[in-house]
């Protein structure tokens, strides 16, 4: 730490330079915290249901319907 730099500037210093690493961190500590409250299966549950929704959003955002997206999935059949 330089001379009058307080601890929270240091910090916030540190996390501004390793962003990548902090959101990591958070990231596996909001993980493991869910883990613990709600069990595996139920988290593996949540994350397929995020997988899903951020799938339908991107067709929102792409203006992709959802048979067009279903064939680039799955190809045609």
């Not at 730099?5 to 915290?33: C, D, M, P, T």
């Not at 869910?34 to 397929?48: D, E, N, R, Y």
Request: hydrophobic content about 55%; some cysteine.
């Amino acid at each position: 730490m330089a001379g009058n730099q307080s601890f929270y500037e240091y910090l916030a210093g540190q996390a501004g330079r390793n962003l990548g690493k902090v959101i990591g961190v958070l990231i596996g500590l909001v993980a493991a915290l869910l883990w613990i409250i709600f069990g595996f299966w139920k988290i593996i549950f949540l994350a397929i249901l995020i997988l899903i929704g951020y799938f339908i959003g991107k067709c929102f955002d792409d203006k992709v319907g959802l048979g067009e997206l279903r064939t680039k999935m799955f190809g045609k059949r």
